[in-house]
């Protein structure tokens, strides 16, 4: 079964970057597509980004789209959330998720790491 464990997350100012990590283990990645969502206070949770294990095909929201890059490292089964130019609202726990290629839900998903942006 396979297993999230983000790390990464901190205080950064308005305007700064941050990169957040995903180790995966005890499985096999390569019909995955592997994502970052968050989720503020009060908030629903949100999907960021997410990209599949195999191809590296990439998907994200406007609302992190030019901002925000998704990436994996295949040999380390790592996949990092680069977010540059970061603002108050991009404040909230980010998680990563996985989930099979032809499944639309996500059915894994790490413990969260907080990402503080101050203004």
């Known amino acids: 079964q396979v297993q999230l464990v983000e790390s990464g997350g901190g205080l950064v100012q308005a305007g700064g970057s941050l990169r957040l990590s995903c180790a995966a283990s005890?499985?096999?990645?390569?019909?995955?597509?592997m994502g970052w969502f968050r989720q503020a206070p009060g908030k629903e949770r949100e999907f960021v980004a997410s990209?599949?294990?195999?191809?590296?095909?990439?998907r994200y929201p406007d609302s992190v789209k030019g901002r925000f890059t998704i990436s994996r490292d295949i040999a380390k089964n790592t996949v990092y959330l680069q977010m540059n130019s970061l603002k108050p609202e991009d404040t909230a726990v980010y998680y990563c998720a996985a989930r099979p290629g032809g499944q639309l839900a996500w059915d894994t998903w790490g413990q969260g790491t907080q990402v503080t942006v101050s203004s």
């Open positions: 005890g499985g096999t990645f390569s019909s995955l597509r």
């Open positions: 990209i599949s294990w195999s191809g590296g095909v990439t």
